[in-house]
């Protein structure tokens, strides 16, 4: 039987636990979508500067390099950085000739990621094995409409899709495209049509590639401050009064403000705004900037709700009706005034309890950003390059 290898490069973090999980299920699953009489040897790399690059065009220069460095027969490298292509924004991309591609998470969008990249790997190696022709195509469609139907897992089995029709990709397809715009190098690019579109799914996949939900752990020591802040001022009388003396519209703008106000807080103390990139590439900045800004104003929507709801729950507990009616000077009280209550007192505790503390794990905060990654990165290379200098020398 023959053996075959094929190595994924990966930056540390998100992308190397897909590939920690993946690594198991690939070789069974090429057998059925590839070729079964071949023996996959799945092997990945884990390299900080994987993503070193927004051009998809140096990305696949990088990945051939790897590829040959480590005498793979296969290379499919995952980077967590947006990737463009004329500033057209490519989820994945392969060189069929040269037996590598890659695959840039944030082309997914916010969607889940685990099965897009199996079935993303998996159609890549397609390409690779069989080409990007389109009677390679046709070939490679015909083998798998042939073969028995035993993996209902997966979703994708046309030869010509990166991956299979769900809800995010019937609003945000994605179109195969085979330029001929490198000499006589034949490949395929995956990207969106619209620009819009296409800009929708990098900045959402962004925004999801910073998992907000991890970067939650790090407003613990905020929340436990709010919550403290906002049960001592629940107890006594005021909050209540004021809360009879404010108007629906009042209350949402003191929302929007406490909530803004957090959000820039965050990216101007811990320094998050990219303000200057190496590249002249202004329009990555920006890119950069709103997926910051969008990943904290999730992560803060998602503390303010928890917010509420704790407020809620310890105001309908220990306050009793007949204490809210003599705080609003009304006959009775109704859940409609502990709901309106706790809203304005989740939105004072914020300003007043959150603004000005540390976080708790303040290097998740850090790393959940792209500005911050991409400095790390950029000085990562200018150490290499400051050591080969050195060793020249």
Do not use: C
């Amino acid at each position: 039987m023959t053996a075959r290898t094929l190595g994924l490069i990966t930056a540390p973090g998100y992308a190397e636990e897909i590939i920690e999980k993946l690594k198991q299920e690939l070789p069974e699953l090429m057998d059925y979508y590839i070729h079964e009489h071949i023996d996959w040897d799945i092997e990945y790399y884990v390299d900080s500067l994987t993503g070193a690059t927004n051009r998809s065009d140096k990305a696949l220069k990088w990945t051939h390099d790897k590829k040959t460095e480590k005498g793979w027969d296969y290379a499919i490298a995952l980077t967590d950085l947006p990737l463009f292509h004329n500033r057209k924004p490519v989820t994945a991309e392969v060189r069929s000739e040269d037996n590598v591609a890659f695959i840039s998470l944030p082309g997914f969008g916010l969607a889940p990621m685990y099965k897009r990249v199996r079935e993303s790997i998996l159609q890549l190696m397609n390409e690779m094995y069989f080409g990007s022709s389109e009677t390679d195509r046709e070939e490679a469609e015909e083998k798998i409409r042939s073969k028995e139907d035993r993996y209902d897992r997966l979703k994708n089995k046309n030869s010509r899709r990166l991956i299979g029709k769900r809800p995010f990709e019937i609003l945000f397809p994605l179109s195969r495209e085979t330029p001929e715009d490198r000499d006589t190098e034949l490949h395929a690019r995956f990207t969106v049509k619209s620009h819009i579109s296409g800009y929708i799914r990098i900045i959402s996949g962004m925004v999801n590639a910073n998992r907000p939900l991890k970067l939650f752990r790090a407003f613990l020591k905020i929340i436990i401050i709010a919550f403290t802040t906002g049960s001592y001022a629940l107890v006594f009388p005021t909050l209540w009064e004021i809360s009879t003396n404010y108007s629906i519209g009042r209350a949402a703008l003191m929302t929007m403000v406490s909530i803004t106000a957090l959000v820039a807080w965050i990216i101007i103390s811990n320094n998050l705004w990219e303000k200057s990139m190496d590249e002249d590439q202004p329009f990555i900045r920006r890119l950069y900037n709103t997926a910051t800004f969008s990943t904290l104003l999730l992560t803060v929507l998602m503390y303010y709700v928890l917010l509420f709801i704790m407020f809620t729950t310890i105001a309908l507990l220990l306050i009793p009706p007949t204490q809210v009616a003599s705080n609003i000077s009304g006959q009775s009280a109704h859940l409609t005034d502990y709901l309106f209550t706790t809203w304005i007192g989740t939105s004072l505790s914020i300003i007043i309890g959150a603004l000005g503390t540390a976080f708790d794990k303040e290097d998740i905060l850090l790393n959940s950003t792209y500005g911050y990654r991409q400095q790390q990165r950029r000085e990562t290379i200018r150490q290499i390059e400051r050591e080969a200098e050195s060793d020249d020398g």
